[in-house]
């Protein structure tokens, strides 16, 4: 959509060929329905949350910025607000005003747009694009092509991988193709658990998470380590939820992102080396957290220990911290000794989760992976195998973190297409 818009804006006749029955189908569940439209930072620090070729976007970036994009949703009528985490969200929380306002944008600008049409290749003669072949044979003729099909995540929204088809058909590269700011599954096999699970009723990672599926925990500080090295791989603040297949959440989907490119990671993850370790009190140091229990201890010695530690935890986590720790969940807490409460601190800094691999594309929020970006001229989005052939978006080997980095990509990719 912005292709066209930019593109239109340069006195072009421009045709947007949709092959659902309607525009933004994905952008409509971005932001689980509200639409995370970009983030506050400053663009340079758009690079450094793109870990998949970050430094091919400076000239789009430099082309089209967030100021922009909420400029262009502002001029048809969409407020925006910010959130924690800088991200950017329509004031409305309904990403179907972003779709609507772009439609507008669409019109206003004269675009023709053909919807329930599919693309069936890009016709080329002499290295230089002549138009497109539609399903039905019908021909365009177009002097220029702009090829913003999306990837492969959420194929139910109608990015199931046409661009690459189209693109490889033309000679182009396409570097392999993996799910990123997807969901991460845990371990079943206890032969290689950390001891803790192991020696516990759970037996294994997958058991405690379904045990606690559903729950959402807030403000918590994660670290990924290379068991094998000791090695911390990743660092990160913020939200993530366990599930019946492991954990997810805005912290783990940005995780897998940086996860997925590191070496031999399938072999590490199935030899049970790569491990989350959760701190769920970041805000106390283990001698707060410690005094901390006394106090609480000392209010409630009476009580059993699964009914004293509503103040300190949720629900449903207090059952598994106690199974982990092995203490009998009856024990009146004046009979908890002192070992078992430094037992109980180390666990709450120190939470321990075996992870096992990444579940599929479909999941997955966007795709790593596409064009190669060295048969792509960074100034201008143009091909430098074929002639008047553009690209935009998650159809070239770009992603990003969580946070509307990948929208952002989306638009500023976009609109350096159309503007040449």
Same mark, same amino acid.
């Given at each position: 959509m912005i292709a066209a818009i930019k593109a239109a804006k340069e006195n072009n006749e421009v045709t947007l060929v949709e092959k659902n029955n309607m525009l933004g189908? +994905?952008?409509?569940?971005? !932001?689980? !329905?509200?639409?995370?439209i970009t983030s506050s930072l400053d663009m340079e620090e758009f690079i450094k949350n793109t870990p998949g070729n970050g430094r091919f976007l400076y000239s789009s970036f430099e082309n089209f910025t967030n100021k922009d994009i909420i400029q262009m949703l502002k001029e048809n009528g969409v407020k925006v607000k910010e959130e924690r985490g800088n991200r950017i969200f329509p004031a409305s929380d309904k990403a179907i005003d972003v779709r609507d306002a772009l439609e507008q944008e669409l019109r206003k600008n004269k675009v023709k747009i053909k919807l329930n049409v599919k693309v069936n290749r890009v016709i080329v003669e002499d290295l230089k694009v002549v138009g497109v072949e539609l399903e039905n044979k019908e021909k365009i003729k177009a002097q220029k092509v702009i090829l913003a099909t999306g990837g492969k995540s959420y194929p139910g929204t109608g990015s199931t991988g046409d661009g690459y088809k189209i693109a490889k058909e033309l000679g182009h590269t396409i570097t392999k193709i993996k799910p990123s700011l997807v969901p991460i599954t845990v371990s079943n096999n206890n032969r290689i658990e950390k001891e803790s699970i192991n020696k516990s009723e759970y037996g294994t990672s997958l058991n405690l998470c379904k045990s606690m599926q559903g729950l959402s925990?807030?403000?918590?500080?994660? /670290?990924?380590?290379?068991?094998?090295k000791n090695k911390k791989i990743y660092e990160d603040f913020g939200e993530m939820l366990f599930t019946h297949f492991g954990i997810s959440g805005p912290t783990i989907l940005s995780a897998s992102s940086h996860l997925l490119r590191y070496k031999n990671i399938e072999e590490?993850? +199935?030899?049970?080396?790569i491990i989350l370790k959760i701190d769920l009190k970041p805000a106390l140091s283990e001698e707060k957290l410690k005094a901390r229990f006394l106090r609480e201890f000392e209010a409630n010695k009476n009580k059993e220990i699964k009914n004293s530690l509503n103040e300190l935890l949720p629900q449903k986590l207090i059952m598994p911290v106690i199974k982990l720790l092995r203490i009998d969940e009856n024990k009146k807490v004046n009979s908890i000794t002192k070992e /078992?409460?430094?037992e109980l601190v180390k666990l709450l800094k120190n939470f321990k989760i075996t992870l096992s691999g990444f579940r599929?594309? /479909?999941?997955?929020?966007i795709t790593a992976g596409g064009i190669a970006t060295k048969e792509?001229?960074? +100034?201008?989005? /143009?091909?430098?195998?074929i002639e008047g052939l553009y690209f935009a978006g998650e159809v070239i080997d770009v992603d990003a973190y969580t946070g509307g980095f990948n929208l952002q990509i989306a638009y500023s990719t976009g609109y350096t297409a159309g503007i040449n």
């Amino acid at each position: 959509m912005i292709a066209a818009i930019k593109a239109a804006k340069e006195n072009n006749e421009v045709t947007l060929v949709e092959k659902n029955n309607m525009l933004g189908k +994905k952008l409509l569940i971005t !932001g689980k !329905g509200r639409c995370n439209i970009t983030s506050s930072l400053d663009m340079e620090e758009f690079i450094k949350n793109t870990p998949g070729n970050g430094r091919f976007l400076y000239s789009s970036f430099e082309n089209f910025t967030n100021k922009d994009i909420i400029q262009m949703l502002k001029e048809n009528g969409v407020k925006v607000k910010e959130e924690r985490g800088n991200r950017i969200f329509p004031a409305s929380d309904k990403a179907i005003d972003v779709r609507d306002a772009l439609e507008q944008e669409l019109r206003k600008n004269k675009v023709k747009i053909k919807l329930n049409v599919k693309v069936n290749r890009v016709i080329v003669e002499d290295l230089k694009v002549v138009g497109v072949e539609l399903e039905n044979k019908e021909k365009i003729k177009a002097q220029k092509v702009i090829l913003a099909t999306g990837g492969k995540s959420y194929p139910g929204t109608g990015s199931t991988g046409d661009g690459y088809k189209i693109a490889k058909e033309l000679g182009h590269t396409i570097t392999k193709i993996k799910p990123s700011l997807v969901p991460i599954t845990v371990s079943n096999n206890n032969r290689i658990e950390k001891e803790s699970i192991n020696k516990s009723e759970y037996g294994t990672s997958l058991n405690l998470c379904k045990s606690m599926q559903g729950l959402s925990l807030r403000n918590v500080a994660i /670290e990924i380590i290379d068991d094998s090295k000791n090695k911390k791989i990743y660092e990160d603040f913020g939200e993530m939820l366990f599930t019946h297949f492991g954990i997810s959440g805005p912290t783990i989907l940005s995780a897998s992102s940086h996860l997925l490119r590191y070496k031999n990671i399938e072999e590490l993850l +199935k030899d049970g080396r790569i491990i989350l370790k959760i701190d769920l009190k970041p805000a106390l140091s283990e001698e707060k957290l410690k005094a901390r229990f006394l106090r609480e201890f000392e209010a409630n010695k009476n009580k059993e220990i699964k009914n004293s530690l509503n103040e300190l935890l949720p629900q449903k986590l207090i059952m598994p911290v106690i199974k982990l720790l092995r203490i009998d969940e009856n024990k009146k807490v004046n009979s908890i000794t002192k070992e /078992e409460r430094i037992e109980l601190v180390k666990l709450l800094k120190n939470f321990k989760i075996t992870l096992s691999g990444f579940r599929g594309i /479909e999941e997955a929020i966007i795709t790593a992976g596409g064009i190669a970006t060295k048969e792509i001229n960074p +100034k201008t989005m /143009e091909s430098k195998l074929i002639e008047g052939l553009y690209f935009a978006g998650e159809v070239i080997d770009v992603d990003a973190y969580t946070g509307g980095f990948n929208l952002q990509i989306a638009y500023s990719t976009g609109y350096t297409a159309g503007i040449n």
